[in-house]
């Protein structure tokens, strides 16, 4: 790994995981810089393949992952395992930890100036790529995404409570904004692809029948949906305001697990929600007692207010 220069405070993140971090943060620099230049060369929203899941890969997609990987090659990290890459690689043979990435979330709304992001977890490594992250998401020692928008946010734990960091384009450093970021225990706000209503199972659907039913409902208040496809985008907007996000399972082929890879995504959000005291499940079971079976698998995601999350798993129990 290249020594990068110092652009986070070290103040308030663990002295072994500083590097990998600092790491992360001076490559999201660079990607930041890229993404405010889209529309003025290559178009980044370009399809140039697909992942190892089928998913369309995006030329910023294949770009972040060489950046991010080439960043950390050498360096504490020892096994690599990227969204975009069917297997992890060892990075480094002495490398204390096991990284997972989603290098570009949200890639989808690059050619529509959306915001996008970079999610990443760390686990401590073990000797195998697949016993490093085939595992409890409990077992984190961190769990991030940055957040490329209006402003290039960094949100991340190490198990003591949810800071948020901004970078300052004037000076090329983030900057401390929040020791403790909080879930908003109340807010009148949803997030679900309603496109798929005829799709979800029965507790998913009555949960947002009665969110739509409005203050004459069982509820008795008005709610506002809102989707944005992308999730980092969409966990930013709870972390400030609080709601409720739902990414189920439904009916489709190929959807009976939702879209969203346990460990890439899943897992460093559910950490970072927790760490903010709301609240992560597939619906039912707390994320961080899940673990994924395979690398790219995928589960059902709900997560927000402690409070929200906690009337979908009713739902649940009702329906049986």
Request: include cysteine.
């Amino acid at each position: 790994m290249t020594r990068q220069a110092n652009v986070i405070s070290p103040d308030l993140i663990p002295a072994a995981l500083y590097p990998t971090i600092n790491a992360l943060c001076a490559t999201s620099i660079e990607v930041a810089a890229i993404i405010a230049r889209a529309g003025l060369g290559q178009s980044l929203a370009a399809q140039v393949g697909e992942n190892s899941d089928g998913d369309g890969q995006k030329a910023l997609d294949v770009l972040a992952d060489d950046m991010f990987e080439a960043a950390l090659r050498g360096g504490d990290v020892r096994w690599y395992a990227s969204e975009e890459q069917e297997d992890a690689l060892l990075t480094s043979e002495s490398g204390k930890y096991a990284l997972a990435i989603d290098p570009l979330d949200g890639s989808s709304n690059i050619d529509v100036n959306v915001s996008i992001g970079t999610i990443f977890s760390i686990f401590d490594a073990k000797d195998g790529a697949e016993e490093s992250f085939l595992r409890k998401a409990s077992e984190q020692i961190c769990g991030g995404y940055i957040l490329y928008g209006p402003a290039t946010c960094l949100v991340v734990t190490f198990g003591e409570g949810t800071q948020q960091y901004v970078l300052d384009p004037t000076k090329g450093e983030f900057v401390l904004v929040e020791k403790a970021m909080s879930v908003p225990e109340t807010s009148k706000e949803f997030a679900i692809n309603a496109s798929n209503y005829r799709h979800w199972t029965t507790p998913v659907r009555n949960y947002i029948d009665n969110c739509l039913a409005g203050k004459d409902g069982p509820r008795g208040m008005d709610f506002n949906m809102r989707w944005v496809g992308s999730l980092v985008a969409e966990t930013h907007r709870i972390l400030t305001r609080g709601g409720i996000f739902l990414y189920p399972g439904d009916a489709r082929p190929g959807y009976e697990n939702g879209r969203l890879r346990m460990v890439y995504e899943c897992a460093p959000i559910a950490f970072i929600i927790e760490q903010a005291k709301g609240h992560a499940t597939d619906g039912e079971t707390p994320i961080l007692d899940r673990q994924a079976e395979t690398l790219h698998g995928r589960i059902p995601l709900v997560f927000g207010s402690a409070h929200k999350v906690q009337r979908v798993a009713d739902h649940h129990d009702l329906s049986e």
